[in-house]
C-alpha cells in the first residue's frame, strides 16, 4: 500500500529557532500533501494544503510567514516552523493523495511529527 | 460551510461485542467522501472504510460496515465482534471531490474491555 513517511518523528527547539519536519511518499507520487496540526485529545485541524511546483494554500487563521510549505517534488513536502514559540508545541501530521481511477481518492497518512519548543 | 459532527466523545464495548459510532454530517456538495479513521496510541492515522456519496450500497470491511443514510446526512460505524486492538480514537471525515480536503470530527474515544 502507499506508505508516508515524516521527518522526524520527534524534535525539541529552543524558543526564537526554526525547525523543518519531512513528509514523504514512499512508493507513489503525490501530487497534493495536507499539513494538519493535532493538539492533545482534539481532532486533526488542516493548516494548508500543498501541491507540486506551486504556493500552499493556508487555511484561514494560519500564518504562511511562520508555517513555511514547501513542495519542491512529487514525493517531498516540507513544512518549517519559523521562530518558534512554546504555543507552536504540537503533533504535526502530514498526508499525501493519490488518485488512481475515478473513485479512489484517498488520503495517505504520516505518522506524524510531535515539537516541543522549549 | 462543511462540517463534521461526531456526538460521543467517548464509548466502551466488552470483547466480541457490537458497537455503534455515530457521525453525522453537512455539504452543499452533490459528490463526496466519507471515510472512518482510527488513531491508535501510536497516533498513525488508518483508514478504516470509506464510503462514495454516489453510491447507495454500505461499504463493509471485515468487522466494520457502516450505515449511510444520504438523505439524514447520517454515517454511523458498526464494530462487530470487537477486539482488544480497536482500542483507539476514531475520526469520521467528509472528503470534498472539488477542493480534495478532509473534515475531520471531533473524534470518539473506544476503549474495548476484557
Known amino acids: 500500500g502507499a506508505v508516508v513517511s515524516q521527518h522526524p518523528s520527534r524534535v525539541i527547539c529552543k524558543s526564537g529557532t526554526s525547525v523543518k519536519i519531512e513528509c514523504r511518499s514512499l512508493d507513489f507520487q503525490a501530487t497534493t500533501m495536507f499539513w494538519y496540526r493535532q493538539f492533545p485529545k482534539q481532532s486533526l485541524m488542516l493548516m494548508a494544503t500543498?501541491?507540486?511546483?506551486?504556493?500552499?494554500?493556508?487555511e484561514q487563521g494560519v500564518e504562511k510567514d511562520k508555517f513555511l510549505i514547501n513542495h519542491a517534488s512529487l514525493t517531498l513536502s516540507t513544512l518549517t516552523v519559523t521562530s518558534a514559540h512554546p504555543e507552536d508545541s504540537s503533533f504535526y501530521i502530514c498526508?499525501?493523495?493519490?488518485?488512481?481511477?475515478?473513485?479512489?481518492?484517498?488520503?495517505?497518512f504520516g505518522p506524524g511529527t510531535r515539537l516541543t519548543v522549549t | 460551510a462543511q462540517t463534521v459532527t461526531q456526538s460521543q466523545p467517548e464509548m466502551s464495548v466488552q470483547e466480541a461485542e457490537t458497537v455503534t459510532l455515530s457521525c453525522t454530517y453537512d455539504?452543499?456538495?452533490?459528490?463526496?467522501?466519507l471515510f472512518w479513521y482510527k488513531q491508535p496510541p501510536s497516533r498513525q492515522m488508518i483508514l478504516v472504510i470509506r464510503?462514495?456519496?454516489?453510491?447507495?450500497q454500505n461499504a463493509t470491511e471485515n468487522r466494520f460496515s457502516v450505515n449511510f443514510q444520504k438523505a439524514a446526512k447520517s454515517f454511523s460505524l458498526k464494530i462487530s465482534d470487537s477486539q482488544l486492538g480497536d482500542t483507539a480514537m476514531y475520526f469520521c471525515?467528509?472528503?470534498?471531490?472539488?477542493?480534495?480536503?478532509?473534515?475531520f470530527g471531533t473524534g470518539t474515544r473506544l476503549q474495548v474491555f476484557p
Open positions: 498526508s499525501a493523495s493519490s488518485i488512481s481511477g475515478a473513485s479512489s481518492y484517498e488520503q495517505y
Open positions: 464510503q462514495e456519496a454516489y453510491k447507495q
Open positions: 471525515a467528509l472528503g470534498s471531490y472539488n477542493t480534495d480536503k478532509l473534515i
Open positions: 455539504t452543499s456538495e452533490n459528490n463526496y467522501y
Open positions: 500543498s501541491n507540486e511546483g506551486s504556493k500552499a494554500t493556508y
